[in-house]
C-alpha cells in the first residue's frame, strides 16, 4: 500500500510561483514514477509533469512546459513540482500520483488546491 501526501498549494497572483511537494510512504519501492495531474472545475483531468525515476526522465503537458518543473528528491521519496509564472488557467486541484511506469497513475493523492488570481 502506497501513501501520497500533497502540501504546498493556495493562493497565488497571477505571474506568481508556488511549489507543491508529494512525500510517498508505504510500499513506495514499487514506484518507479511519480507525476501531477490536476483538474479545474467542469474538465477533465489533465496530465501535467512526470519523471521516472530510473533514467530521469521528464514529462509535461503543452500547457505547463518551460513554466513547470518537476523534481524527485529519492532519499526522501518526495516529489516536487515548481509552478513558475502561474496563470489564472493553472487553477486547479493537483493531484499526486505514484506507478510503475509513465503514466503514473497507479496511486493518487488527495488533491491540493491551487488558486491564481487575476
Known amino acids: 500500500q502506497v501513501q501520497l501526501v500533497e502540501s504546498g498549494g493556495g493562493l497565488v497572483q497571477a505571474g506568481g510561483s508556488l511549489r507543491l511537494s508529494c512525500a510517498a510512504s508505504g510500499s513506495s519501492v514499487s514506484i518507479n514514477a511519480m507525476g501531477w495531474y490536476r483538474q479545474a472545475p467542469g474538465k477533465q483531468r489533465e496530465y501535467v509533469a512526470a519523471?521516472?525515476?530510473?533514467?530521469?526522465?521528464?514529462y509535461y503537458s503543452d500547457s505547463v512546459k518551460g513554466r513547470f518543473t518537476i523534481s524527485r528528491d529519492r532519499s526522501t521519496n518526495t516529489v516536487y513540482l515548481q509552478m513558475s509564472n502561474l496563470r489564472p488557467e493553472d487553477t486547479a486541484v493537483y493531484y499526486c500520483?505514484?506507478?510503475?511506469?509513465?503514466?503514473?497513475?497507479?496511486?493518487w493523492g488527495q488533491g491540493t488546491q491551487v488558486t491564481v488570481s487575476s
Open positions: 500520483t505514484g506507478g510503475s511506469s509513465l503514466p503514473p497513475r497507479d496511486n
Open positions: 519523471i521516472r525515476q530510473s533514467n530521469h526522465y521528464t
